[in-house]
């Protein structure tokens, strides 16, 4: 599971770490108060078992300290498509707050060297789990936002009004699947002929928009219905067809 800083909690992440097969991956404060290990107790000490070790330096003081050690990691997986060249740290903590059980957790810290992206902290209670790993999992949570931000915003998905329990359970899982299946048929169209596809006035992309690729579908679907009927009828008036195509092509990306 991918989530983001409200999933931090302790308790969820202890609980997380001892539960096998399952692992969350959240954002972590960069003023979040990290521990070392516990030190070992010695023979015959008296007093309560200690939760944690010395206190750890904060993320912000790493990302000033000239001594942090950053590796060089390309992330092909960012938001928005294409990779970037950031730079991170990683390391082993303790996080502990007082009256809950203290969670180890490994802690992965991002930094862009040309300062396009604030830098950011991501942790998982897996302490085997490598950085380059982490940040890819952490990169395929974009596809999935961009499916359900698609599937509400141009398919009108949690906009039904049925009072059936059925229809509204229906519903959602057939937008979700228009949201694939719309890619998948306007890339047949785009390979099978050379159709135009009217990119965004402001955002020039090498691939169309999932706005666009709807329009071509679109276009194919309604293009099919012209006015193939008997001329006996007065009250039909044809147009021609350049202009049929032309208001087709306007309501496809107006609709």
Known sequence: MVAESSSAVLALLKQVSDTPDVNLLTRLRLAAALYEPAPPRA???????RQK????????????????QWTPLTVST????????????????????????PGGLRGVLMRDPQDEVEPQARLSPRLAHQPAQIWDWVGRRWTLEVTFAE???PLGMETQR???????QRTPPALVGRSSLV???????????????RPAAWSAKVRPTFSAARAVVRRELWSCGHFAMSESHAEM?????????RLTDTVCYAA
């Open 43 to 49: 023979l015959r000490q008296n007093g309560r078992p």
């Open 53 to 68: 070790g010395a206190r750890r330096p904060t993320w912000p003081h790493l990302l000033k300290d000239a001594l942090t």
């Open 78 to 101: 960012w938001s928005g498509g294409g990779t970037r060249d950031v730079e991170i740290c990683t390391d082993t903590a303790v996080w502990y707050h007082t009256g809950l059980p």
């Open 151 to 153: 599937a509400r915003a």
């Open 162 to 168: 049925q009072w059936n329990a059925l229809a509204i």
């Open 183 to 197: 890619p998948l048929l306007a890339h047949g169209l785009l390979q099978a002929e050379a159709r135009v596809v």
């Open 237 to 245: 008036v044809k147009i021609p067809r350049s202009v049929l195509d």
